[in-house]
C-alpha cells in the first residue's frame, strides 16, 4: 500500500457541536419540519459543523436560505462561540436586508440561546424557533448541508497532511456557495 501511495480513509471522531445544557431560555419550535418557503428570507435555518485542516480543527457556522438553499452567511473560526454565529448571521443580514416576520431556525445550542444572538434576532424582528430536544430531524435540512458538503468538498482520497484544506482556501472558497442538486431534491 505505501508503494502505491494507498491509505485507508478513517472515520473521523464525533465531535459535539451543540451545548443544550445550559440555563438560557429555548424558543419553541415554529419551524416544525416545514422545510420549505414560497420566498426568499421567509425561513432561514442555521447551523455549526467542523472540519479538520492542516492547521487544526475549524469550526464553520452556515446560515441558509429555504427558498434558494443558498447559503446567506457564513463565518469560521478555532472556536465555536456565540461570536461564531453573531458573525455568521450579521453576513446574512448584511447581504439579504430581510424584513420583519423572517422565521429563523437553529439548534438550541448555548451560542444560539445566548442574550447576545437573540437580541440581534430581536433587534431585527426575527423569529426565532429551535428544534427540540436531541431530534437532528427539526433542522434536516442543515444536517443534509453539512453532510453533502463534507462528502463532496472537504473529503480528500489520501490521509496525508498535504492533501488536507487549509483555512485560507476554505474561507476563499465558502463565498456563493449554494447547497447542491441532492440537497434541493431531497428537502423540497
Known amino acids: 500500500m505505501q508503494l502505491n501511495q494507498i491509505a485507508a480513509r478513517r472515520k473521523r471522531r464525533f465531535m459535539v457541536t451543540t451545548d443544550s445544557k445550559h440555563d438560557l431560555p429555548v424558543a419553541e419550535n415554529k419551524l416544525n419540519q416545514e422545510f420549505t418557503a414560497s420566498k426568499p428570507n421567509q425561513k432561514w435555518v442555521t447551523d455549526i459543523t467542523y472540519i479538520w485542516t492542516k492547521e487544526g480543527w475549524l469550526y464553520l457556522a452556515v446560515v441558509l436560505d429555504l427558498y434558494s438553499r443558498k447559503v446567506v452567511g457564513w463565518a469560521m473560526d478555532e472556536h465555536m462561540e456565540r461570536s461564531l454565529v453573531?458573525?455568521?448571521?450579521?453576513?446574512?443580514?448584511?447581504?439579504?436586508?430581510?424584513h420583519k416576520g423572517l422565521l429563523?431556525?437553529?439548534?438550541?445550542?448555548?451560542?444560539?440561546?445566548?442574550?447576545?444572538?437573540q437580541k440581534l434576532l430581536d433587534d431585527n424582528k426575527i423569529t426565532c424557533s429551535m428544534s427540540r430536544k436531541g431530534n437532528c430531524y427539526d433542522n434536516a435540512v442543515m444536517e443534509s448541508f453539512f453532510a453533502t458538503l463534507s462528502r463532496n468538498w472537504f473529503t480528500t482520497s489520501t490521509t496525508t497532511a498535504a492533501s488536507k484544506p487549509n483555512k485560507t482556501s476554505l474561507s476563499i472558497s465558502m463565498s456563493g456557495i449554494t447547497a447542491s442538486e441532492p440537497i434541493l431534491l431531497w428537502a423540497t
Do not use: E, F, V
Open 86 to 98: 453573531i458573525r455568521a448571521l450579521r453576513m446574512a443580514l448584511l447581504t439579504r436586508k430581510p
Open 104 to 117: 429563523h431556525h437553529s439548534d438550541r445550542g448555548s451560542q444560539y440561546a445566548s442574550n447576545d444572538y
